[in-house]
């Protein structure tokens, strides 16, 4: 286990190195480049912010206003049932929302019922098969100034749902 944690924890530095190499190999003035990049790459830095800051606002708001928890609350009867298991709702509601909320959650599940529990499989095939929707459509479109989005918000929202279903079905057949 150690030398797999030295062998990335050089990773990063030995990709730079390799860079570095190249460029020098090939006449290349590599701080140079670096920074024509990094001068390159400020423009789309400062576009993306106002997008940034207005999904985390809204994250903000939508997770520390309690409306998650009504939302849990309405939904419980359905899901005990259907005999869905209540504890995946959290990250199947939140990954959706953030990528980084949802791995807090299933951290926070792997510490209360164990890596290799079944709450726990579930929830890893949840979280590593859905993906971001509302931060890709908030980021990436509101960076190059897409304004209709709906179709796009609702199919990302309904793959991810569809995703929890198959994981719902799937998971207990292997685990």
Do not use: H
């Amino acid at each position: 286990m150690r030398l797999i944690k030295f062998i990335s924890s050089l990773f990063i530095p030995f990709l730079v190195l390799v860079v570095i190499i190249y460029g020098i190999c090939k006449k290349i003035n590599v701080y140079d480049s670096f920074v024509e990049g990094a001068k390159e790459g400020l423009p789309m830095v400062v576009s993306m912010f106002p997008s940034l800051l207005a999904m985390i606002l809204g994250i903000n708001i939508f997770t520390n206003s309690g409306i998650i928890d009504y939302i849990f609350m309405f939904l419980k009867p359905l899901f005990i049932l259907i005999k869905v298991p209540l504890e995946i709702l959290p990250v199947a509601v939140m990954r959706p929302l953030s990528g980084s909320f949802g791995l807090a959650l299933l951290n926070e599940m792997y510490n209360t019922y164990g890596p290799d529990s079944f709450l726990s499989n579930l929830t890893s095939v949840i979280q590593g098969s859905s993906d971001t929707t509302i931060y890709i459509i908030t980021l990436y479109f509101g960076t190059i100034g897409i304004k209709k989005i709906k179709y796009a918000l609702w199919v990302g929202l309904l793959a991810d749902l569809v995703m929890v279903i198959i994981a719902l079905i799937v998971v207990p057949l292997f685990f």
